[in-house]
């Protein structure tokens, strides 16, 4: 094994000398942030290559999900998932929210569409579904109820960059989709993190709020916050979307030899592809089942013990921590299926500069581990 520890995911850098000259050009413009050239650009490449209309940049993913909740004027509750990163419901909190647990499809680990029409309340307002690992929602359901109700759609976008059904990109579903860009993510800008929304008009709005609610110079209409994208940033951006393609392929080849080798080993389920055409690869999350001889605890110990750090996304739930709890959707009773996923995840490391010979060991360890530990079984019996 590597004598460098192996994380679940590690930037993508490109060649340091390609991103000289965009440090040249900030020094000669003396342009850093608020709107500079880098930050057009980037908005622009943006939408080409996601296939999208209109993007706004933000500092990162969490204040973009603060400000789409804003720009729609969200109030009373909205319904969201328990399993996911815990920035997905601290953006409710953030304002004044109160997010409605409901239970996910223990297929796509998704929001199941099917429980949320139970949860609808006169307070519900909106629905914040995440595309967890980057495989889609059940766009469609989804739609559905939220017209029936009127409620706004705001998807948690942070792993889906890239990713496109039968139609095209993902992220043109819902009133407004958010994605991150944060180091750990599939296209990164250092921090970072964006709103896809559907008009100009919209977008107007969201770029006022993300620079204080400043509509001239002398006209504030909303408490907006500073969540601006600095020209470092940007230029990182335009720089690191020259090698996506690049990077995208590298991680399917990955995802590939993890499928490859882990298919039939006893206890390790992988996901199935979710109804995304063009996938990209964001995580690769197994489920431990009890047909495993160990607990995925154990399993995390021991691949930690070899020098590999796999992680638990997500585990624990969200509706487990203490600003949570205590909410009547966060008992148990009503996550059965969020309460088991939380419990047998684990995301194995993959990244573009992951050797495939690594994961080859990885997968050996694992299976290995199967037989020793039967073997061991049968031994003390
Ligand atoms: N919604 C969802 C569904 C999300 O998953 C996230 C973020 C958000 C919203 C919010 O978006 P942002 O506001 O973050 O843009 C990480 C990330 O910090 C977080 O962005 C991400 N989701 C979450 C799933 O994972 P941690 O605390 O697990 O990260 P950390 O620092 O332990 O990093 C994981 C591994 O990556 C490390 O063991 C080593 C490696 N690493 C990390 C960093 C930061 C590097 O090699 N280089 C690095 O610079 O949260």
């Known amino acids: 094994m590597s004598d460098k520890p192996i994380y679940v995911t590690q930037p993508y850098l490109p060649p340091l000398e390609e991103f000289i000259p965009y440090l040249e050009q900030i020094w000669e413009s003396k342009f850093l942030t ?3 050239p880098f930050h057009e650009q980037l908005e622009k490449a943006l939408c080409e290559f996601l296939g999208i209309e209109h993007i706004a940049l933000f500092t990162n993913g969490t204040i973009a999900l603060v400000t789409a909740l804003q720009a729609l004027r969200i109030t009373g509750e909205v319904i969201t998932t328990p399993y996911s990163f815990v920035a997905t419901s601290h953006s409710l909190l953030w ?3 109160r997010p409605v647990f409901v239970d996910i499809d223990p297929n796509t ?11 609808i309340t ?30 706004k759609v705001i998807y948690d976008a942070a792993h889906a960059f890239g990713v496109q059904d039968a139609q095209g990109s993902i992220l043109r579903h819902g009133d407004l989709s958010v994605l991150s860009f944060h180091a750990t993510k599939v296209f990164n800008t250092f921090e970072g993190g964006a709103i896809v929304c559907p008009d100009a008009k919209t977008k107007l709005r969201i770029d006022q709020l993300k620079n204080f609610g400043y509509v001239n110079e002398i006209t504030v209409v909303a408490p907006g916050i500073n969540g601006k994208m600095s020209e470092f940033n940007s230029a990182f951006g335009l720089l690191q979307l020259q090698h996506i393609d690049k990077a995208l392929s590298k991680r399917k080849e990955i995802d590939k030899v993890y499928r490859d080798r882990l298919k039939g080993v006893p ?7 979710a109804g995304e055409k063009v996938a990209n690869y964001s995580y690769f999350p197994v489920l431990v089942e009890p ?21 638990r996304y997500f ?41 495939l010979s690594v994961v080859e060991e990885i997968t050996t360890f694992i299976k290995l581990l199967t037989k020793q530990t039967i073997s061991s079984t049968e031994h003390h019996r």
């Open 267 to 273: 206890g390790i389920r992988c996901m199935n592809k």
């Open 109 to 119: 680990l998704n929001l199941d569409p099917e429980k949320i029409e139970a949860a």
């Open 315 to 355: 585990y624990p739930l969200i509706s487990n921590y203490p600003m949570y709890r205590g909410l009547p959707s966060a008992n148990r009773e009503n996550l059965p299926l969020a309460t088991i996923a939380a419990q047998r995840v684990l995301c194995l490391p993959i990244y573009p500069d992951l050797n």
């Open 122 to 151: 006169p307070q519900t307002t909106a629905i914040m579904p995440v595309h967890c690992y980057g495989h889609p929602c059940n766009v469609d359901a989804i739609q559905k109820i939220a017209d029936n109700y009127n409620l």
């Open 34 to 36: 608020n709107g500079g």
């Open 291 to 311: 047909d495993y001889p160990i607990s995925r605890d154990e399993l995390n110990q021991k691949l930690k013990g070899i020098g590999i750090h796999p992680r």
């Open 95 to 97: 304002n004044g929210i």
